[in-house]
Nanobody
């Protein structure tokens, strides 16, 4: 069992930056692929970024490519999402997720564990 806790959300002006963190419990964190998804009001939860078990592969949604960076620190059991040049359309609840098979995926159904989410609001 893995428990995930996100933090770092908040209110920021357009063009600003935030760094989200996701702390994971469990000693096998380094075996998991990790992903970030987001859900805006009235919309489905959508893929944002993913990183495989050893950090060697990363994937991004086209809408965030070049602005967001996913990274992991296995010594801290934490995955990060650095968000730069934020836009109002980035406003959403951001969720981190863990995939026990270690392969980064854009598919929500591939992830076994989810955090509770953290709100990001970007004002224009």
């Amino acid at each position: 069992q893995v428990q995930l806790v996100e933090s770092g959300g908040g209110l920021v002006q357009a063009g600003g930056s935030l760094r989200l963190s996701c702390a994971a419990s469990g000693r096998t964190f380094s075996n998991y692929a990790m992903g970030w998804f987001r859900q805006a009001p009235g919309k489905e939860r959508a893929f944002v970024a993913a990183i495989n078990w050893n950090g060697g592969n990363t994937y991004y949604a086209d809408s965030v490519k070049g602005r967001f960076t996913i990274s992991r620190d296995d010594a801290k059991n934490t995955v990060y999402l650095q968000m730069n040049s934020l836009k109002p359309e980035d406003t959403a609840v951001y969720y981190c997720a863990a995939d026990r098979y270690g392969l980064a995926s854009r598919l929500r159904t591939n992830y076994n564990y989810w955090g509770q989410g953290t709100q990001v609001t970007v004002s224009s």
